[in-house]
């Protein structure tokens, strides 16, 4: 249990539970993260832009003139027109944006290298939670979708494409909810619900949402983020709890477990 509780970080410093606004966290403002997996689902090539920022002749923002003229929301359709393009719209100027993006596709390549496990992904979908007493909100990601920066020189800019690991969902929140506030979630430990291109996002998004529901505090919002994730320790966590009967076989592995603090009774002559 010691071992376990050292690998299992429930904690608000682990970014699985609390996603804070950083450089290397890109928001991504898009209307139907459904539509975004099945393109990243099929392989496509996204592009990441920046917000426009212009302005009409009056000083006045260009959305404003154009919700005036057409009664249409301009982020949006923006947004719907873009990823219509294979485009995605982050939430950041353009400088925050450049910036990110190469620090995301450095650190996803080092971590690669390093570990080799793939750590980035697009985040779709967040827990908004905050327990009783707290008064600050947490984001949780629910799905991650593991993708990878690609770009053709060293000049051009990086673009996601699909990354070969399969979708998951947020191990790590799956189990703090059902160990701090005993609200388990069937049907997401494993291979999540799909449709004709890759998994069904809003089915995931309703799951959760009915499951939560009664939970004070706790609501599902569709936002998007880009980043880096690792949850390699919370695989270890579950390996040691699948397979401590597995693991007692070996005599030094079952030493350890039950009487660690006594010498082990070696058989090796000196």
Not at 96 to 115: F, H, S
């Amino acid at each position: 249990e010691r071992w376990k509780r050292s690998l299992l970080d429930l904690s608000k410093h682990n970014r699985l539970l609390n996603l804070k606004a950083s450089a290397t966290a890109i928001p991504i403002f898009c209307p139907d993260p459904a539509r975004l997996e099945d393109k990243i689902a099929e392989n496509r090539s996204i592009r990441l832009i920046p917000p426009p920022e212009r302005r009409g002749a009056t000083g006045q923002p260009d959305a404003d003139l154009y919700h005036l003229r057409t009664g249409e929301d301009f982020a949006v359709k923006f947004a719907e027109e873009a990823l219509g393009r294979d485009q995605i719209v982050a939430h950041v100027d353009p400088k925050t944006l450049e910036k990110g993006v190469i620090e995301l596709y450095r650190k996803a390549k080092a971590d690669l290298e390093e570990g080799g496990s793939n750590t980035l992904f697009l985040a779709l979908g967040m827990l908004r939670w905050s327990p009783a007493g707290d008064k600050r909100v947490y984001r949780a990601p629910l799905i991650l979708l593991p993708v990878k920066l690609e770009r053709s020189s060293a000049a051009s800019k990086p673009y996601l494409r699909k990354h070969e690991d399969d979708p998951v969902f947020n191990l790590t929140l799956l189990q703090m909810l059902r160990q701090d506030f005993q609200v388990p979630i069937q049907g997401l430990s494993g291979e999540l619900p799909g449709d004709d291109h890759g998994v069904d996002v809003r089915k995931i998004w309703d799951m959760v949402r009915a499951r939560i529901r009664t939970v004070p505090g706790f609501e599902v919002v569709e936002d998007v983020v880009l980043s880096t994730f690792s949850f390699a320790k919370y695989l270890m966590w579950k390996d040691l709890s699948d397979r401590t009967e597995d693991l007692r076989k070996s005599p030094v592995v079952a030493h350890l477990i039950d009487s660690p603090r006594e010498p082990y009774p070696s058989t090796t002559p000196f």
